[in-house]
């Protein structure tokens, strides 16, 4: 990606999530948008847009999305710059087996099948705060 490019990140909706479900999906987008490359992303301001499945640039639905309104949720934002990623990992501090069971556990809070990449975005972002609170 370049400056003045465009970062997009959907979710297919099925028209049964909470409105809780959908405001958190739009909180961690932006993280998930600028976390996703190396080196980091400086986003501008998220838009979000909602097209159906007929509707320009919209993929075929997945077989598994099914429900009473079938919809994409799109967020877009302008790459305004770049930062290097620290080095520093929470996640490079779990062993294998720990790493398993916290992508496990964050699947089943998150209400859905998340890919590895998505979970230890989570995991990351919240593992430190979580740590700190058991031990305290």
Known sequence: MKIGDL?????WIDGTESEAMLRQWKTDCAFMMANGHEPK?????????IKRPVEDRVPSVPDRIKGPD???LIA?????????IA???????LSEADLVKLRKATRRVQGRNLPDAVCDQIIERLGPVAAGVMVH
């Open 76 to 84: 877009t934002a302008e790459v305004l710059g770049f930062e290097a």
């Open 87 to 93: 080095q520093e990992s929470f996640l490079n501090e």
């Open 41 to 49: 992303l400086k986003l501008g301001p998220v838009s979000f847009e």
């Open 7 to 11: 970062a997009e990140c959907a979710i």
């Open 70 to 72: 079938v919809r994409l």
